[in-house]
């Protein structure tokens, strides 16, 4: 072993000689002379950027350029930077203040190398609007806002704010090149340059711009990175909103800012130090009540990024939105001209932020091009209104870090206010029924077109006494509500276990119940469900609600299904038409049907008791005890609504002596066998979903055609072959005709009882049996 280890030595000692005895050849290895220096030494190579490197100097990004990392530099030259400096008072870059120099050199600088094609890719591939932004390393700093000067802000104090006006996001910069101008990807046009930044001549093809400065020249290659040289020095933009209060305007946007405003809040980020007392400082951000879904602000103004608003994606890199922005003069005009917020308001203070919100949307744009001349032919805000743009109609135009900010001297009226939304949103008497239509989502729906409503207005003072939906017997009144209808506080009487009949949520409580909050929304949705009509009411005839069930319109006024057993009526106040249908005051809610169908039927059983007794038979009665003594059918799905061809009681005694089914009497069942049962059973269950129709059929004259009934006598592949009938349906003699889909023979006719309105079911009488 100690002769392998000494022979080991030896070669190593010998490899280490022959190692140690090699050089590599310097000349070999030496850094090529062709090879670019870092970005720092290229600026200094090229004799042009002494001002910009003086700026590098006096900050912490001079080491980096020099030594490593990636970069994009977009670098101005001297003749830039005299131009600056002489229009600024400046003789020199050292008699710049700290902080400008410092602002001009984060914005010219974005980590990685990106060369004229790389800038077109969205993050880390290509893009269907193709790219013209970048992240800069500059950020807004942290400033002193005053409260006693933003009183418009939400429940602000008179005091300083230590404010993050950049959400500690990064400004872009923008740029302008050929792939992103005359594309079919895109719809900004060369044109379109010249009116985005006045005095700039067109930009042609082949150029190059950044905001307004042209590139003298592209690609300048850098060991660590790419410079491209401007033709002016570019200061941070502010972002749309810090634009409103920009000194050139003169104060001519203070109005709109103070509108935005009324969105806006001081939002705690926690403690920070305070730049400008040293000390540790709670730190704020103002921000926005944005979401077109609440019909607020439809983005922040304020914010850097692009907002999310077709997708879950930050786009921020390939897009900018685009603002309207009418000056104090326009807005003051409006409010004095004919129209829907001048019959209501007489000032934007006065108004709630619901309509503030849907009157400022419409200057909201989600792409900055939206709002160019190439396309104010076909301009279409966030709420895809049509919004007719002219160009003689603006007064200012600036791209700011964010987007695109275009003053105008005119208002461009919103459609909202034409529409069934209209008198919902404009008259603060029916917020309970507005705040159930936002809660459902629908409001959007009913800002429509192409879809004509008929809106049947419950005022706030006749929620009373109106019956539960979820009950036969409680009646419910709202009691209240919270300013910004977060919380509905309603009472419940009726109901037969009297723990039950009291206020929900608790008005007492500190934190309102979540469930009880849920069960008083889901109560007052269905009810204003049973108020809304998806058309026109053109004509004496039955209707459809969107919970399903039916009003009978008389030409005058109309009736819900319980109404018509009560022979009450539902008066109108007055008529509004409207863009995309009527709106109508009523003089009470419309009362949907009582009963579910057993109880229907039970109420009428001098015509129907063979059917009941038919029902019971085949096992599908079902008694709820929390409805006080309410029966169902247990096979029918009540998210869904049907028609009951009920057949009398002859019919049904018909079908017995036919031997279709076994007398359903239980006095004869009771005899049977426990095998004859249950066959029994089976028949009479058959026979009565033959007489559930999976659709609702009011003698409309309308409803017509091929109907599917509950009962499949087959099965083919797993799927249920059901039993279907054809339907004739005549207003005039108010009659119901039930055809064999094969041979067209008619199998029964309505009689007697029609119309009867059950909850989700409608019932017809008819004098002979389905088959």
Same mark, same amino acid.
């Given at each position: 072993? %100690?002769?392998?280890?000494?022979?080991?030595?030896?070669?190593?000692?010998?490899?280490?000689?022959?190692?140690?005895?090699?050089?590599?050849?310097?000349?070999?290895?030496?850094?090529?002379?062709?090879?670019?220096?870092?970005?720092?030494?290229?600026?200094?190579?090229?004799?042009?950027?002494?001002?910009?490197?003086?700026?590098?100097?006096?900050?912490?990004?001079?080491?980096?350029?020099?030594? %490593?990392?990636?970069?994009?530099?977009?670098?101005?030259?001297?003749?830039?930077?005299?131009?600056?400096?002489?229009?600024?008072?400046?003789?020199?870059?050292?008699?710049?203040? &700290?902080?400008?120099?410092?602002?001009?050199?984060?914005?010219?600088?974005?980590?990685?190398?990106?060369?004229?094609?790389?800038?077109?890719?969205?993050?880390?591939?290509?893009?269907?609007?193709?790219?013209?932004?970048?992240?800069?390393?500059?950020?807004?700093?942290? +400033?002193?806002?005053?409260?006693?000067?933003?009183?418009?802000? &939400?429940?602000?104090?008179?005091?300083?704010?230590?404010?993050?006006?950049?959400?500690?996001?990064?400004?872009?910069?923008?740029?302008?090149?050929?792939?992103?101008?005359?594309?079919?990807?895109?719809?900004?046009?060369?044109?379109?340059?010249?009116?985005?930044?006045?005095?700039?001549?067109?930009?042609?093809?082949?150029?190059?711009?950044?905001?307004?400065?042209?590139?003298?020249?592209?690609?300048?290659?850098?060991?660590?990175?790419?410079?491209?040289?401007?033709?002016?020095?570019?200061?941070?933009?502010?972002?749309?909103?810090?634009?409103?209060?920009?000194?050139?305007?003169?104060?001519?946007?203070?109005?709109?800012?103070?509108?935005?405003?009324?969105?806006?809040?001081?939002?705690?980020?926690?403690?920070?130090?305070?730049?400008?007392?040293?000390?540790?400082?709670?730190?704020?951000?103002?921000?926005?009540?944005?979401?077109?879904?609440?019909?607020?602000?439809?983005?922040?103004?304020?914010?850097?990024?692009?907002?999310?608003?077709?997708?879950?994606?930050?786009?921020?890199?390939?897009?900018?939105?685009?603002?309207?922005?009418?000056?104090?003069?326009?807005?003051?005009?409006?409010?004095?001209?004919?129209?829907?917020?001048?019959?209501?308001?007489?000032?934007?203070?006065?108004?709630?932020?619901?309509?503030?919100?849907?009157?400022?949307?419409?200057?909201?744009?989600?792409?900055?091009?939206?709002?160019?001349?190439?396309?104010?032919?076909?301009?279409?805000?966030?709420?895809?209104?049509?919004?007719?743009?002219?160009?003689?109609?603006?007064?200012?135009?600036?791209?700011?870090?964010?987007?695109?900010?275009?003053?105008?001297?005119?208002?461009?009226?919103?459609?909202?206010?034409?529409?069934?939304?209209?008198?919902?949103?404009?008259?603060?008497?029916?917020?309970?029924?507005?705040?159930?239509?936002?809660?459902?989502?629908?409001?959007?729906?009913?800002?429509?077109?192409?879809?004509?409503?008929?809106?049947?207005?419950?005022?706030?003072?006749?929620?009373?006494?109106?019956?539960?939906?979820?009950?036969?017997?409680?009646?419910?009144?709202?009691?209240?509500?919270?300013?910004?209808?977060?919380?509905?506080?309603?009472?419940?009487?009726?109901?037969?276990?009297?723990?039950?009949?009291?206020?929900?949520?608790?008005?007492?409580?500190?934190?309102?119940?979540?469930?009880?909050?849920?069960?008083?929304?889901?109560?007052?949705?269905?009810?204003?469900?049973?108020?809304?009509?998806?058309?026109?009411?053109?004509?004496?005839?039955?209707?459809?609600?969107?919970?399903?069930?039916?009003?009978?319109?008389?030409?005058?006024?109309?009736?819900?299904?319980?109404?018509?057993?009560?022979?009450?009526?539902?008066?109108?106040?007055?008529?509004?038409?409207?863009?995309?249908?009527?709106?109508?005051?009523?003089?009470?809610?419309?009362?949907?049907?009582?009963?579910?169908?057993?109880?229907?039927?039970?109420?009428?059983?001098?015509?129907?008791?063979?059917?009941?007794?038919?029902?019971?038979?085949?096992?599908?009665?079902?008694?709820?005890?929390?409805?006080?003594?309410?029966?169902?059918?247990?096979?029918?799905?009540?998210?869904?609504?049907?028609?009951?061809?009920?057949?009398?009681?002859?019919?049904?005694?018909?079908?017995?002596?036919?031997?279709?089914?076994?007398?359903?009497?239980?006095?004869?069942?009771?005899?049977?066998?426990?095998?004859?049962?249950?066959?029994?059973?089976?028949?009479?269950?058959?026979?009565?979903?033959? +007489?559930?129709?999976?659709?609702?059929?009011?003698?409309?004259? &309308?409803?017509?055609?091929?109907?599917?009934?509950?009962?499949?006598?087959?099965?083919?592949?797993?799927?249920?072959?059901?039993?279907?009938?054809?339907?004739?349906?005549?207003?005039?003699?108010?009659?119901?005709?039930?055809?064999?889909?094969?041979?067209?023979?008619?199998?029964?006719?309505?009689?007697?009882?029609?119309?009867?309105?059950?909850?989700?079911?409608?019932? +017809?009488?008819?004098?002979?049996?389905?088959?």
């Amino acid at each position: 072993m %100690g002769k392998i280890q000494n022979l080991f030595l030896i070669c190593m000692l010998g490899l280490l000689v022959s190692f140690g005895g090699c050089r590599p050849d310097e000349e070999e290895f030496a850094r090529p002379d062709t090879l670019a220096g870092p970005v720092y030494q290229q600026l200094e190579s090229m004799g042009n950027f002494s001002h910009y490197l003086q700026c590098l100097d006096r900050t912490e990004y001079a080491e980096p350029l020099k030594t %490593g990392g990636s970069w994009t530099s977009f670098a101005p030259t001297d003749e830039a930077f005299n131009a600056y400096l002489q229009a600024n008072g400046y003789s020199s870059v050292a008699e710049m203040p &700290q902080y400008k120099v410092e602002d001009i050199v984060k914005y010219s600088l974005i980590i990685d190398a990106y060369n004229t094609t790389t800038l077109t890719f969205y993050k880390n591939g290509w893009y269907a609007g193709n790219s013209f932004r970048r992240y800069t390393l500059y950020s807004d700093s942290l +400033h002193v806002v005053k409260g006693s000067e933003n009183p418009y802000l &939400q429940e602000v104090q008179n005091k300083d704010y230590l404010v993050d006006r950049s959400r500690t996001r990064n400004k872009t910069t923008n740029y302008f090149l050929d792939l992103y101008i005359d594309s079919d990807k895109n719809a900004i046009e060369r044109s379109d340059y010249t009116y985005m930044f006045p005095g700039e001549r067109e930009l042609l093809e082949g150029e190059m711009r950044v905001f307004d400065s042209e590139v003298t020249e592209t690609e300048i290659v850098a060991e660590n990175g790419l410079i491209y040289a401007l033709a002016k020095v570019l200061e941070p933009k502010p972002n749309m909103y810090m634009n409103l209060s920009s000194e050139e305007y003169g104060g001519k946007y203070s109005m709109f800012k103070n509108m935005l405003d009324r969105f806006g809040y001081m939002y705690y980020m926690g403690l920070e130090e305070n730049p400008y007392t040293g000390v540790e400082d709670s730190l704020f951000q103002i921000r926005y009540q944005t979401g077109i879904a609440n019909n607020f602000l439809a983005f922040d103004p304020s914010d850097e990024i692009m907002p999310k608003l077709l997708n879950n994606v930050d786009r921020t890199y390939a897009d900018a939105t685009g603002l309207l922005v009418p000056t104090n003069e326009a807005l003051i005009n409006y409010l004095q001209e004919d129209n829907e917020l001048a019959k209501n308001y007489d000032s934007y203070d006065d108004m709630p932020l619901d309509v503030l919100g849907i009157f400022l949307n419409v200057n909201f744009f989600t792409q900055f091009w939206d709002v160019c001349p190439s396309q104010f032919a076909e301009t279409f805000n966030v709420g895809l209104e049509t919004v007719n743009m002219n160009e003689a109609d603006v007064v200012d135009t600036k791209f700011c870090s964010n987007g695109l900010f275009v003053g105008v001297n005119k208002i461009y009226p919103t459609t909202s206010f034409a529409t069934v939304y209209g008198p919902l949103v404009l008259n603060t008497d029916y917020s309970v029924m507005l705040s159930s239509i936002k809660n459902m989502g629908l409001d959007n729906t009913l800002k429509g077109s192409g879809i004509d409503f008929s809106i049947l207005g419950i005022r706030n003072d006749q929620w009373v006494n109106i019956p539960d939906p979820n009950s036969t017997t409680r009646k419910i009144t709202i009691e209240g509500y919270t300013e910004d209808m977060s919380v509905i506080y309603m009472s419940v009487t009726g109901d037969p276990d009297d723990s039950n009949n009291r206020t929900y949520p608790d008005p007492t409580s500190a934190s309102p119940s979540s469930t009880e909050m849920a069960y008083v929304q889901e109560t007052i949705n269905d009810i204003v469900l049973n108020q809304m009509i998806k058309e026109g009411l053109d004509q004496a005839n039955y209707y459809q609600t969107e919970k399903g069930e039916f009003v009978y319109f008389d030409g005058t006024k109309v009736q819900g299904g319980g109404d018509l057993l009560n022979g009450e009526y539902v008066n109108f106040d007055e008529v509004t038409q409207l863009s995309n249908g009527k709106f109508y005051a009523t003089d009470k809610f419309v009362n949907p049907p009582i009963d579910f169908t057993y109880d229907a039927l039970e109420d009428n059983s001098s015509n129907f008791s063979q059917f009941l007794m038919a029902i019971d038979g085949a096992g599908a009665k079902l008694s709820l005890t929390t409805y006080s003594g309410a029966t169902l059918i247990n096979f029918l799905d009540l998210r869904k609504t049907y028609t009951l061809f009920a057949p009398n009681n002859d019919a049904v005694l018909q079908a017995v002596a036919d031997g279709v089914i076994p007398d359903p009497d239980p006095a004869y069942l009771s005899t049977l066998s426990q095998l004859d049962r249950a066959i029994a059973t089976v028949q009479l269950l058959n026979f009565v979903k033959t +007489h559930f129709i999976q659709h609702p059929i009011p003698t409309d004259g &309308q409803t017509t055609g091929e109907y599917n009934s509950l009962y499949y006598p087959e099965v083919i592949d797993f799927v249920p072959v059901y039993l279907s009938f054809d339907i004739e349906n005549d207003f005039a003699t108010q009659q119901v005709t039930i055809k064999d889909t094969d041979s067209g023979d008619v199998i029964a006719k309505t009689s007697g009882i029609t119309n009867l309105f059950s909850k989700r079911v409608v019932i +017809h009488e008819i004098d002979s049996y389905l088959k």
